[in-house]
């Protein structure tokens, strides 16, 4: 009887463990990657907690838009590199980097938070272990030989090498499955290769791909292979512990410093969001005034092409369209005075009096010129980024603000898009397709590459795009002036010459 209640009493109740109260222990990162077994416990700042997340949101969406658009491994690894090099850096071991534990720890940490901010419903999960896997892969086959080894080593994974007298029994089955996937140049003799052996279920992409040996269930997997076991497995304890912190998630609630941040973080995973500050997107040299907007929207995004359009049909433009269209304007550094006489001249068919009674003040309200004082101490309202115009205030009947490419039926897209110049059927192919999977900033980097492909590829080949240019679009003013910068790269301007630099 005693032996049973001590057996009882050395029982784990896992229920009970996900709430335990964690011990503090300060983490040890003797390695590059990390599996993220273990979750944090030392204290940071709650500016760090959001900030640290929102640099490693930037690197996610990055690696999924190279996805969606089908980049090849070695592109998504070239395209990533000054972005990670910007937010996420990781140095290796053998580097000299005096920066290893505090690089470190900002991986770990903001691992850890978007774990809790996108462990809510499944969608996000399934997003959020795809990405990730995405990530750590890409890290994976980056990574110095040595230290992926000790890496890999220290999973204690329950991989059995296959021994050597049964590597000779099935020596040609082995043989043609390493030929058929690397050639006979790759292959050794069979003592020289090894071979590992678990269930097929663990390495079902290279199952598919034909490049393992099957026999009684068990997959034999070259050590060549070596990534996709250590892939799979990340995979799959990840996808475990999103199951375990949703259920730890109600817990969350009773702390309202991190609840509004997750929500924050979860909802810009529709878009990254974009900081911005009113001069970021000011251009030197470039003529801003309102006689010369009609020139500059050859430069705007479909969201404020479309709302051009319809000021210079209707002469008029509903609230939240006047407000959207007034916020950019001022964004790529239209001056207070210059907005009033645009808007002016735009509402040709009233009366100086009515544009003064009914109008003028909420744009100067806009710009900070008017109103309480924190309004004016702020310089007004900041442009709206791409996250905000897709999920606030969307357009009802009669109006025009939002995003064309989430708010607009394809049918009525592809007729603005193509008065804009998209006419190839590839392009507007790709365009409904990303719309379907809603993918809508996305569709706006296929149009913005396909209307600059020839200024692209010349600012590549000359050397002058930096990681801010390589990164997706996702706030409107950014499409305005790499447009601007592209369109105009070398072109002599009354400030000097136009070059390509970061925001």
């Not at 896992?14 to 003797?30: N, S, V």
């Not at 892969?137 to 080894?149: C, G, K, M, S």
């Not at 799959?236 to 991190?258: F, H, M, N, V």
């Not at 924050?264 to 990254?272: E, R, T």
């Amino acid at each position: 009887m005693n032996r049973i209640d001590n057996k009882r009493r050395n029982v784990v109740d896992h229920r009970k463990k996900q709430y335990a109260d964690p011990a503090y222990k300060e983490t040890q990162y003797p390695h590059r990657l990390n599996f993220y077994a273990t979750p944090p416990t030392a204290d940071i700042t709650l500016e760090q907690f959001e900030q640290w997340a929102i640099d490693r949101l930037r690197v996610l969406a990055e690696i999924e838009a190279c996805s969606f658009r089908n980049k090849a491994p070695a592109e998504t690894a070239l395209h990533m590199k000054p972005i990670l090099e910007k937010y996420l850096p990781l140095d290796s071991n053998s580097s000299s980097s005096t920066q290893l534990s505090v690089q470190r720890q900002k991986d770990h940490y903001s691992h850890f938070i978007l774990r809790l901010a996108f462990s809510s419903t499944k969608e996000l999960r399934q997003r959020f272990a795809r990405v990730e896997t995405m990530l750590f892969r890409l890290r994976f086959n980056a990574d110095d030989a040595r230290e992926r080894q000790a890496f890999v080593e220290s999973l204690n994974l329950d991989w059995e090498p296959v021994p050597d007298e049964e590597k000779r029994e099935i020596a040609s089955e082995l043989m043609a499955t390493v030929i058929s996937s690397y050639g006979k140049k790759a292959y050794q003799s069979i003592d020289e290769e090894t071979f590992y052996r678990v269930d097929w279920t663990r390495v079902p992409d290279l199952v598919e791909q034909r490049r393992v040996f099957l026999r009684a269930g068990k997959a034999y997997v070259p050590a060549k292979e070596l990534q996709s076991l250590v892939v799979t497995e990340f995979t799959a304890r990840l996808e475990k512990s999103l199951e375990l912190t949703a259920r730890a998630l109600p817990r969350l609630d009773e702390d309202d410093r991190l609840t509004p941040i997750l929500d924050h973080l979860s909802k810009n995973f529709v878009a990254p969001d974009a900081g911005y500050s009113g001069g970021a997107s000011a251009i030197e040299g470039a003529e801003i005034t309102a006689r010369n907007i009609d020139n500059l929207s050859q430069h705007f995004p479909m969201c404020m092409t479309v709302l051009h359009r319809t000021l210079r049909r209707d002469s008029k433009l509903k609230h939240f369209g006047r407000l959207q269209y007034t916020l950019f304007l001022k964004g790529i550094g239209l001056s207070l005075d210059e907005c009033l006489t645009f808007w002016r001249t735009s509402f040709n068919k009233m009366t100086e009096d009515v544009f003064n009674k009914e109008y003028r003040y909420n744009f100067r309200h806009a710009y900070g010129d008017v109103g309480g004082d924190s309004n004016r101490r702020g310089g007004g309202y900041s442009p709206y980024s791409c996250q905000k115009i897709l999920t606030e205030h969307a357009p009802g009947p009669g109006e025009t603000h939002g995003c064309p490419y989430r708010h607009m039926n394809m049918d009525n897209l592809a007729v603005q898009l193509q008065a804009s110049g998209v006419t190839d059927p590839a392009v507007l192919r790709g365009v409904k397709e990303d719309k379907e999977k809603q993918k809508f900033h996305l569709a706006c980097n296929r149009v913005f590459e396909h209307l600059h492909a020839k200024e692209l590829k010349k600012a590549k080949d000359d050397g002058v795009m930096t990681a801010s240019q390589l990164e997706t679009i996702v706030h409107p003013n950014e499409y305005f002036k790499r447009s601007y910068l592209l369109k105009n790269m070398g072109k002599a301007q009354p400030g000097g010459d136009v070059k390509m630099e970061g925001p």
